[in-house]
């Protein structure tokens, strides 16, 4: 079984920065693609960004140029930096392990902005 265990939600202030940390308890070597995605009350689960294990990126439309995922293979651990944030960008952020037709999921770190 894999844990995924996500930190460094908080309550920031509208163009304040976060980073979110989404530590495995195995190497992410053996994972084919790890994201984050975000899910707002009252809305479905979205992606925010995804890396593959040969270090290709995605994002979604609305955080491009404000976001930036990436990985430390040393540490297991996926990064999920937030520069730039919006009161839109409040919800619970999850991080996702994939491994041909398996997720992993963690259980979420709470991101809020308002002033």
């Known amino acids: 079984q894999v844990q995924l265990v996500e930190s460094g939600g908080d309550l920031v202030q509208p163009g304040g920065s976060l980073r979110l940390s989404c530590a495995a308890s195995?190497?992410?070597?053996?994972?084919?693609?790890m994201g984050w995605y975000r899910q707002a009350p009252g809305k479905q689960r979205e992606l925010v960004a995804h890396?593959?294990?040969?270090?290709?990126?995605n994002y979604a439309d609305s955080v491009k140029g404000r976001f930036t995922i990436s990985r430390d293979n040393a540490k297991n651990t996926v990064y999920l930096q937030m520069n730039s944030l919006k009161p839109e960008d409040t919800a619970v952020y999850y991080c996702k392990a994939q491994r041909i037709s398996i997720n992993y999921w963690g259980q979420g770190t709470q991101v809020t902005v308002s002033s």
């Open positions: 890396i593959t294990s040969g270090g290709s990126t």
């Open positions: 195995r190497s992410i070597f053996s994972f084919d693609v």
